[in-house]
């Protein structure tokens, strides 16, 4: 356990970052998913801007690596594509 009163207060701030994280990493999580599931070429129409605009914001916290956006945006954009 942290022993000063810096520490007692990162440990605080890391806790409040990593719900956060999780929850926009959850949030990205859903919505490729229910892109992925879609058959209907109009609804995945809609719903990959919404999914790009997730996996950039994810990308610029560094959340996860700008690569990964990158290849993850460009496999969804040819699954859409491929409709």
């Given at each position: 356990m942290p022993q000063n009163?810096?520490?007692k207060k990162r440990l605080r701030q890391d806790k409040k970052?990593?719900?956060r994280n999780r929850a926009q990493k959850r949030k990205v999580?859903?919505?490729v998913?229910?892109?992925k599931n879609t058959e209907?070429?109009?609804v995945a129409a809609e719903l990959l801007p919404d999914v790009?605009?997730?996996l950039d914001r994810l990308a610029s916290k560094n959340l996860?690596?700008?690569n990964k956006a990158a290849n993850k945006k460009s496999k969804l954009e040819k699954y859409v594509n491929s409709l």
């Amino acid at each position: 356990m942290p022993q000063n009163k810096s520490a007692k207060k990162r440990l605080r701030q890391d806790k409040k970052k990593r719900t956060r994280n999780r929850a926009q990493k959850r949030k990205v999580r859903t919505l490729v998913q229910q892109l992925k599931n879609t058959e209907d070429p109009e609804v995945a129409a809609e719903l990959l801007p919404d999914v790009k605009r997730g996996l950039d914001r994810l990308a610029s916290k560094n959340l996860i690596h700008k690569n990964k956006a990158a290849n993850k945006k460009s496999k969804l954009e040819k699954y859409v594509n491929s409709l």
